[in-house]
């Protein structure tokens, strides 16, 4: 099945400055990737998303990145503020399955 | 509109003893997951429900762990005979349609067995 790995497991930056999530996947029929955000006592919330036709999504201060050759998909989040502050998690989805397949999460803290 | 919603959402129980976990997804909702979300861990597919077709229970850890969905709509998933490593948070999404659509979470139950 596919194996979802995310790096790195925390990150802290400061506010104003830019954050990179990295993750690889092991099914090269996988075609979605969504990006969750969690916060404390909820349930994970989609942020951005793409799919296997497009290289890069960018939604205001949030982007995506795709490479399907590498297996390897990336969050960038610009002029991070403090509500940024969570724990993100990647997934991935293959045709034919029916669940999505979670990284670890990597948590997220902004420095005010 | 309302969102899926989970009940309850603390859950304290001793060892041994059955749980039912409740989630109501959202309303024309066709497709529902559950997910188990371990400390510090990612989420663990655990079930899956489409409208009217068998469910997919290939992540369901052992035979302790059952769930059901009624009418199409609220499910319930049931660890009977529960142990300390059933302790997690218990996750339920659900989906306008299977696989490549976005899946709404609700808040989660956490289960403590003690």
């Known amino acids: 099945g596919e194996n979802v790995e995310q790096h790195p497991s925390t990150l802290s930056v400061q506010e104003g400055d830019s954050a990179v999530i990295k993750c690889t996947y092991s099914?090269?029929?996988?075609?979605?990737f969504p990006w969750y955000k969690q916060e404390l006592g909820k349930g994970p919330q989609l942020i951005i998303d793409?799919?296997?036709?497009?290289g890069e999504k960018k939604d205001q201060r949030i982007a995506v990145t795709l490479n399907k050759t590498a297996k390897h998909f990336s969050l960038h989040i610009t002029e991070t503020q403090p509500e940024d502050s969570a724990v993100y998690f990647c997934a991935a989805s293959t045709t034919g399955a029916n669940n999505l397949f979670f990284g670890t999460g990597t948590r997220l803290t902004v420095i005010p | 509109g309302a969102g899926v919603s989970q009940s309850p959402s603390n859950k304290v129980t001793e060892k041994g003893k059955d749980v039912e976990l409740r989630c109501d997804p959202i309303?024309?909702?066709?497709?529902l997951y559950w997910y188990r979300q371990s400390l510090g861990q990612g989420l663990e597919f655990l079930i899956y429900f489409q409208g009217n077709s068998a469910p997919d229970k290939s992540g369901l850890p052992s035979d302790r762990f059952s769930a059901e969905r009624t009418g199409g709509s609220v499910s319930t998933l049931t660890i009977q005979r529960t142990q300390q490593e059933d302790s997690a948070v218990y996750l339920c999404?659900?989906?306008?349609?299977?696989?490549?659509?976005?899946?709404?979470f609700g808040p989660g139950t956490r289960l403590t067995v003690t």
């Open positions: 309303s024309g909702h066709t497709a």
């Open positions: 793409i799919r296997s036709n497009v």
């Open positions: 999404a659900s989906s306008l349609a299977p696989g490549r659509y976005e899946q709404y």
């Open positions: 099914d090269s029929a996988s075609n979605y």
